[in-house]
């Protein structure tokens, strides 16, 4: 299992440094990221807020850096294009999340699995769908088709999986933490808060050492 965002990266973008990746590929966020694909993954959760906001919140700051940065830093409730992705590696199939999926709400598969409600991440033409029967968790792939690939595992497992994902979410964020300090110092602070509450995490007390 693993935190992935859906990467779409804007033509001519040149804030920050950003890795080469596929548009519309996942990116997996873990401790280990090169700083370039940090700040792919720094790019991508602002670029899924950069819309006007509305109601009463201040108007966008003139700079082209202030303005990209300012739906990240202004919504209360944040975005980001992904989910959790599960692999069986003994079958190669590959659970990835829906088009209705996103990142910030990754918690709901620990409600899932505790209170063993249906859990569905999109609609036709692909729906991802996550079940329980007893203690088996089903993860099946496309529930529009009757022969969708589907991935099984015990409750128990799932669990560990979580615990997993939820380790590479914190190395990720104090990752993001410290590239901040670096590439965005004048926004450093925010950045990470904002960061923290899409992750659902707690910030990060000090800098990653480089």
């Given at each position: 299992m693993q935190p992935v965002l859906e990467?779409?990266?804007?033509?001519g973008f040149d804030l920050w440094p950003v890795a080469e990746i596929e548009p519309f590929d996942f990116l997996p966020l873990?401790?280990?990221?090169?700083?370039?694909?940090?700040?792919?993954?720094?790019?991508?959760?602002?670029g899924c807020n950069d819309i006007d906001p509305d109601g009463d919140r201040p108007?966008?700051?003139?700079?082209?850096?202030?303005s990209f940065l300012h739906?990240?830093?202004?919504?209360?409730?944040?975005?980001?294009a992904g989910g959790l992705r599960v692999t069986d590696s003994?079958?190669?199939?590959?659970?990835?999340?829906?088009?209705?999926?996103?990142l910030e709400d990754w918690r709901e598969w620990h409600r899932f699995v505790d209170e063993g409600s249906l859990l569905g991440f999109g609609h036709e033409p692909v729906s991802p769908l996550a079940e329980r029967f007893g203690d088996t968790v089903r993860l099946t792939v496309n529930n529009e088709q009757t022969d969708s690939p589907v991935i099984e595992l015990s409750a128990t497992?799932?669990?560990?999986l979580l615990a997993g994902a939820e380790r590479d979410l914190t190395d990720f964020l104090a990752l993001a933490a410290d590239w901040?300090?670096?590439?965005?110092?004048?926004?450093?602070?925010p950045v990470t808060a904002a960061l923290a509450r899409v992750l659902d995490l707690p910030v990060p007390t000090e800098p990653l050492e480089p």
């Open positions: 990467i779409y990266t804007p033509d873990s401790g280990e990221l090169s700083p370039a694909e940090v700040g792919t993954a720094v790019m991508r959760i602002a108007p966008r700051p003139p700079d082209a850096l202030g739906g990240l830093l202004t919504f209360d409730s944040l975005f980001a003994s079958t190669g199939v590959t659970f990835v999340p829906g088009c209705c999926d996103g497992e799932l669990r560990h901040a300090s670096r590439h965005l110092p004048g926004h450093c602070g």
